[in-house]
Nanobody, 121 residues
Framework: VQLQASGGALVQAGGSLRLSCAAS????????MGWFRQAPGKEREFVAS????????YYADSVMGRFTISREYAMNTVYLQMNSLKPEDTAVYYC???????????????WGQGTLVTVSS
């Protein structure tokens, strides 16, 4: 599985962005997909994940109610809709694929290159 993240941009606080992660490879449909982020000087942290069936999602408390993860099988793409953005959401966002719906980064065995989201106050 190869992953390509895109959609990062500079946005004002309170605004919205949608990140995309395009996946290639036959096993995409059976992989759990996740989003992680890493702010400058901080460790990578879990944001959201979605089961391969699309019916089971999991969010970090910090983004619950503001972010929505979804997947489109026809396009082999996973999305992260981010609303009500805050300056503390500023980070490089990475998409990842793995076998389990989990917030543990080590469980994901494929990673995209990251896309930068900057939220200005």
């Amino acid at each position: 599985v190869q992953l390509q993240a895109s959609g990062g941009a500079l946005v004002q606080a309170g605004g919205s962005l949608r990140l995309s992660c395009a996946a290639s490879g036959r096993t995409f449909s059976r992989r759990v997909m996740g989003w992680f982020r890493q702010a400058p000087g901080k460790e990578r942290e879990f944001v959201a994940s979605i089961h391969w069936s699309g019916t089971d999602t999991y969010y970090a408390d910090s983004v619950m109610g503001r972010f929505t993860i979804s997947r489109e099988y026809a396009m082999n793409t996973v999305y992260l809709q981010m609303n009500s953005l805050k300056p503390e959401d500023t980070a490089v966002y990475y998409c990842a694929a793995g076998p389990l719906v989990t917030d543990y980064a080590g469980s994901y065995d494929y990673w995209g290159q990251g896309t930068l989201v900057t939220v200005s106050s």
